[in-house]
């Protein structure tokens, strides 16, 4: 069995990745493939906190514009991440992985409400806790929740795990020619405004010094990789000292 480097890690999946080439709705063959991955880093005693985009049903910011007002359409869009939430905790119980669903909004019918010393005792006792509704409030992303629950459980890493494979100088789709980093400091992705995060996100990951490994989800066994330190995708860290 491989020897895991972070013992505690915030894994961010985002919502359109558990679509799967549907590009809507949830796709279980995508989700089953990434539970299974999950199931064997609970195996190997590391613990899994999940943070779920919403995107696969609904994105405040893009499909709210002009059509709604912003706090409304972003709170639609953390219903969204609870749906998310509950089908990835059903399928990693009927695998046998003990899993607890907190939300920021209570909705005590159905999850739990927030409670960051419960997180922890959870995560401590090997459930995987899954975060719902971004951070409880609009105008933030679920990158920016993915960063402050990673914060506040004292995570390792933060394992941002997107349709892309990594961090790039420009975009890869329209520029053949663009260069991938492997490893990149936050402040040269606040100059260069490059898409890991939005730049609350990553602030916010700089200001407490907590490092985010973004890799393709395409492959889940990507994230056994990334936690056992093999090079996969691009890390975002503090920059070294001359």
């Known amino acids: 069995m491989q020897t895991p480097r972070y013992q505690r890690v915030l894994l961010k999946i985002s919502g359109e990745a558990l679509a799967g080439e549907k590009h809507f709705g949830l796709d279980f063959d995508v989700i089953g493939s990434v539970c299974d991955v999950v199931k064997q880093c ?5 613990q899994v906190g999940i943070v779920v985009g919403g995107g696969n049903f609904w994105r405040g910011v893009k499909n709210g514009t002009g059509k709604m007002e912003r706090t409304r359409a972003d709170h639609m869009g ?3 991440t609870v749906m998310n939430c509950l089908a990835v905790a059903d399928v990693l119980e009927q695998k046998g992985v003990p899993v607890r669903v907190q939300t920021a909004i209570e909705m005590q019918a159905i999850a739990e409400p927030y409670i960051r010393l419960r997180a922890v005792h959870q995560l401590e006792k090997g459930s995987v806790v899954i975060f719902g509704c971004g951070t409880g409030n ?3 992303s679920t990158d ?3 960063v402050l629950r990673a914060a506040e459980i004292n ?3 933060i394992l941002l795990a997107k349709n892309v494979d990594g961090v ?3 975009d890869p789709l329209k520029n ?3 260069k991938k980093y492997d490893e990149i400091s936050y402040e040269e992705v ?3 405004r490059l898409t890991v995060m939005d730049s609350t996100a990553t602030s916010l990951s700089m200001d407490n010094h907590i490092p985010v490994l973004l890799f393709a989800l395409e492959d889940p066994q990507n994230i056994i990789r990334a936690i056992c330190g093999e090079n996969v995708g691009t890390i975002v860290k503090e920059e070294e000292k001359a």
Do not use: K
């Open 42 to 46: 609970v195996d190997m005693g590391v």
């Open 78 to 80: 953390m219903l969204a």
């Open 138 to 140: 609009p105008y933030f």
């Open 144 to 146: 920016t929740a993915a």
């Open 155 to 157: 995570a390792d890493v």
């Open 168 to 170: 790039y100088d420009s």
């Open 176 to 178: 053949p020619e663009a």
């Open 190 to 192: 606040l100059a260069q």
